[in-house]
C-alpha cells in the first residue's frame, strides 16, 4: 500500500516534467524537420488525433495511445548498457516508450520559490511536507535524453509568442515551463506578466508572461472543451446551459493570428458526469440532442476543432500541437 501511495504522489510532478520534456523535443526538431504544405500537415495532423476519441470508455478511463516521435540529431549519443557504452544514432525513438527512474540532480526550480505558481496549485503553500517525489525523471528504453535546459529554449523561443490553450492540465504546464525558463534566468525580474487590462482578456481567462531580453512570451488562454459553452430556453422559458459542437470557443480566435506555437488540448472535462452523459447538453445548430454519446460528441468538437485550425491557421508561420488524453492530476 505504501508503494502505490508513493507511486501516486509522484504522478502529477511527472505529467509536469514530461510534458515540459516532450515540448522542448518538438520545438528543437521542429527547428530541423523540412517545411510542409499546410494542406499535408492539417490532413494528417487531424487524422491522428480523432482517434483520440476511442479512448472514452468510463469516467475513470486513463488510456491513450502513443504514436513514434523520429528526432533527428547531427551527431550520435552514447547511453551505458549493462555497464557497457553503446553508440547509437537517434534517428528514431519511441520517447513515450520508457520508465520513472529515480534522479537525485537538483530540480529545475526550486519547489516553493516560483512567484508564477498559483496558491491552488502550490503543493508547499498548501502543507505537503515532502519533496521525494520531485527527485524522478523520465528515461525513454532506446535512448538516453538530455537534461531540460531552460536557456537553450529560452533561445529557440526568441521573438516567438508560445501559446498554451485548454484545460488545467495545460494551465499546469503552462506555469511549469514559465517557472521553468525564469530559473535559467539571471535576472529574475527580467520576466513580466503581460497586462490585458486594455481589452478585458484576462476576465476571459487569458494569462501571460513576457521574458524582456528574449522578446518571447508564453500564454495561456483557458479553453476546456475547444468550443463554445451556450445557452437555450428550455419549455418552461428557463436558461439551460449547453455545448455548441459546431461552434469554436470565441476567445481562442483572438489570439491564433500573432502566435508562432499553439498547444491545444483537452480531454478530462468530458468526464464530468453531465458531459459524459450527454443528454440535453450536446447542441448543434438549433438542435440540442436529447442523448449523445461522449466519444461521438468529442469527436465532432474535434472535427469543428481541425476544420478552424484548417480554415484559420497559416501552417507555414504557426506550428500546432495538440495534448493527448492524460492521467488524472487531481484527486
Not at 19 to 46: C, G, R
Not at 124 to 133: A, E, H, L, M, V
Not at 238 to 266: C, H, M, P
Amino acid at each position: 500500500m505504501a508503494d502505490l501511495k508513493n507511486l501516486f504522489l509522484i504522478t502529477k510532478h511527472q505529467i509536469f516534467l514530461t510534458s515540459l520534456f516532450f515540448l522542448s523535443l518538438f520545438l528543437l526538431s521542429s527547428s530541423l524537420l523540412p517545411v510542409l504544405s499546410p494542406s499535408l500537415i492539417v490532413s494528417s495532423f487531424t487524422s491522428r488525433l480523432l482517434t483520440a476519441a476511442n479512448f472514452f470508455s468510463s469516467p475513470s478511463s486513463t488510456s491513450a495511445s502513443s504514436d513514434t516521435v523520429t528526432l533527428y540529431t547531427v551527431s550520435p549519443r552514447r547511453i551505458r548498457v549493462k555497464n557497457e557504452f553503446k553508440k547509437i544514432e537517434l534517428t528514431s525513438c519511441d520517447i513515450f516508450d520508457g520508465s520513472w527512474v529515480f534522479d537525485d540532480t537538483k530540480p529545475v526550480y526550486s519547489p516553493g520559490y516560483c512567484p508564477f505558481v498559483e496558491d491552488k496549485f502550490n503543493c508547499f503553500k498548501n502543507g505537503r511536507p515532502d519533496s521525494g517525489f520531485l527527485r524522478y525523471r523520465w528515461q525513454p528504453r532506446g535512448c538516453s535524453i538530455p537534461r531540460f535546459d531552460g536557456k537553450k529554449m529560452l533561445k529557440i523561443l526568441r521573438g516567438k509568442r508560445l501559446v498554451f490553450v485548454g484545460d488545467s492540465l495545460n494551465r499546469n504546464m503552462w506555469e511549469s515551463l514559465v517557472c521553468s525558463l525564469r530559473s535559467a534566468l539571471e535576472d529574475k525580474n527580467r520576466v513580466s506578466k503581460v497586462s490585458w487590462r486594455r481589452s478585458n482578456l484576462q476576465n476571459e481567462g487569458f494569462y501571460g508572461f513576457r521574458f524582456k531580453d528574449f522578446g518571447c512570451s508564453v500564454d495561456f488562454i483557458k479553453s476546456p472543451f475547444l468550443v463554445q459553452k451556450s445557452e437555450v430556453l428550455d419549455g418552461y422559458g428557463k436558461r439551460k446551459e449547453t455545448l455548441r459542437l459546431d461552434v469554436i470557443q470565441g476567445s481562442i480566435k483572438k489570439i491564433y493570428k500573432d502566435a508562432d506555437i499553439i498547444v491545444f488540448n483537452t480531454g478530462h472535462w468530458w468526464t464530468h458526469q453531465k458531459t459524459y452523459e450527454g443528454k440535453d447538453y450536446y447542441q448543434e445548430g438549433n438542435r440540442v440532442y436529447e442523448k449523445l454519446g461522449v466519444k461521438e460528441a468529442y469527436t465532432k468538437a474535434l472535427h469543428t476543432w481541425a476544420d478552424w485550425v484548417d480554415s484559420n491557421i497559416n501552417m507555414t508561420k504557426t506550428r500546432v500541437f495538440f495534448v493527448g488524453y492524460s492521467s488524472s492530476h487531481f484527486r
